[in-house]
């Protein structure tokens, strides 16, 4: 495609039509070290300040309306405010927020759990995604004596420091097939980074290295869909399980994103594999602050009582929270549940719609001969500038990929389409298809301006 003479400024666009978010972020850089989630990665220029959330739209403090794709990144099943949580929160919160002592909400949300998650015996809550990765790594240590905990490269788990070797943000080092494991941050102890074994998604010599560690290896933690290698697994997940089975080392799957919205009964009841324990957050939460691990009572053993009190106090672990668990979260959490229990069309509108805007999306990509695809299972996708199907987790990676998503972020906010940085995008039930359209109207439009532009 031909580039014009005069290209677009899209950044200083955006920066025009939010005259008062600009006011509003002047004053969040002198006290807040970013307002927004995925912190300084997001260079803080442009960035929207949201007024108000409803259903499918979020509109800004400067009345610009936009079709949300971040969805809270993924908790927002039902979309934003919707009556069945705002209903629950509502009717719970007169009863009290928190008590820290015990009460029927929370085994009634417990009860549903174990009734949709097929490695669900026990279930233990906690406040969000990484303290339920951070509780399960400890469990599986607790219950094999083991040290070493395997992880995939570019896996996501969250932000404690096991969680942040080899994930989403350090440079891959070492072989392809036989990764290193290093610090995605400063502050990481070199002491825990000696305890990572890096894997590799979807390949042989995963399974080999399991075998190898085998006597080190507590537990193997996998997003079943990986957040940032968004392709099937379902043949590697279930060598993965016999591997892990043989070995004696646990098997955990990070549910956080696929639980709830993968299917009913998360990757899980997908792909038909049963994990020894799986780590949840986001949707069970129902729009507010939740973390959970539940697991087979083998498996939880190091956090089921006795029945001694002096003996639970030598061996038992404790995952508690002053929050966790609390009532108003159960309640909402439970009312989104119950929901997509009983009303399973849900999962085909929200697949079917994402297969429809990566489908007319990679059409036209191809028609205008522009390497580009939306990646993606399910109701969630991520925006990748390729063609053809990645060869290894390394082709999705990099900081020039991520400055490429970064910029179609901007150019897709001003046609009027929110999708979040550094994340996948996601579907919700009230997404209609003349969101669709507009997404997909939004995708084109941007990537032509972008060619335009000699950005691609
Ligand atoms: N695991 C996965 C797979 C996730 O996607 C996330 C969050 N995006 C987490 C863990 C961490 O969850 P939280 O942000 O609630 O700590």
């Known amino acids: 495609m031909e ?16 005259p008062k978010s600009e006011e509003i972020l002047e004053r969040a850089k002198k006290v807040l070290l970013s307002p927004t989630v995925t ?28 079709v949300d794709l971040t969805m809270a990144y993924g908790p927002l099943i039902l979309g934003h405010s919707h009556p069945v949580a705002v209903e629950a929160i509502q009717k719970a919160c007169t009863n009290g927020t928190v008590y820290d002592i015990a009460h029927e909400p929370e085994v009634l949300m417990a009860e549903l759990m174990v009734d949709s998650i097929p490695c669900a015996d026990r279930v233990t809550f906690n406040n969000s995604g990484t303290e339920a990765t951070m509780h399960a790594m400890r469990i599986a240590r607790a219950r094999t004596g083991k040290d070493k905990i395997g992880k995939f ?16 943000l350090s440079n891959p080092e070492g072989p392809v097939e036989d990764p290193v494991s290093v610090p995605d941050n400063k502050g990481i102890p070199q002491a825990v980074v000696d305890q990572v074994i890096t894997l590799i998604f979807n390949a042989p010599e995963t399974l080999e290295k399991i075998r190898r560690h085998k006597d080190e290896l507590a537990a193997v933690i996998i997003e079943p869909v990986p957040s940032m290698y968004m392709v099937e697994m379902g043949d590697f997940l279930k060598d993965l399980r016999e591997v892990t089975k043989e070995c004696g080392v646990l098997l955990i799957f990070d549910e956080v994103i696929s639980g709830f919205r993968l299917a009913y009964g998360g990757a899980q009841e997908y792909y038909g594999i049963t994990p020894d324990m799986a780590t949840y957050g986001k949707i069970i939460g129902g729009g507010l602050p939740i973390g959970a691990v539940a697991g087979s009572v083998d498996a939880m053993d190091p956090l089921i009582t006795t029945g001694d ?4 106090l030598a061996d038992k672990l404790l995952t508690i929270g002053t929050f966790s668990g609390n009532p108003l979260t159960m309640a909402s959490g439970r009312a989104v549940v119950e929901h997509l229990r009983d009303n399973p069309q849900i999962y085909d509108h929200i697949n079917g719609l994402a297969d429809r805007i990566k489908r007319e999306v990679h059409e036209f ?23 053809g199907a990645p060869k290894s987790p390394r082709d999705l990676r990099g900081l020039e990929t991520l400055l490429m998503q970064e910029i179609l972020c901007n150019y897709l906010r001003y046609h009027g389409v ?11 039930a009230v997404h209609t298809e003349e969101d669709a359209d507009k997404i997909i109207a939004a995708v084109k439009t941007s990537l032509l301006e972008m060619s335009e532009d000699g950005i691609i």
Do not use: C, M
């Not at 929207?48 to 800004?60: H, L, N, R, T, Y």
């Not at 490269?153 to 989403?168: N, R, T």
């Not at 009190?309 to 639970?312: G, K, T, Y």
């Not at 990509?365 to 063609?387: D, K, M, R, T």
């Open 3 to 18: 580039e014009t003479t005069e290209k677009r400024d899209i950044e200083q666009l955006i920066v025009d039509r939010l």
């Open 418 to 428: 929110y999708l979040p940085d550094l994340h996948t995008g996601f579907l919700s």
């Open 39 to 66: 912190g300084p990665f997001r260079a803080p220029r442009g960035v929207a300040f949201i007024e108000e959330a409803k259903g499918a739209k979020i509109v800004d403090v400067d009345g610009n309306e936009y």
């Open 309 to 312: 009190p002096v003996q639970d």
């Open 153 to 168: 490269e570019g896996g996501y788990h969250g932000v404690h420091d096991y969680a942040l070797i080899s994930s989403v």
């Open 365 to 387: 990509a191809e028609e205008n001969e522009i390497a580009f695809q939306l990646i993606g299972l399910g109701s969630w996708f991520i925006p990748h500038f390729i063609s």
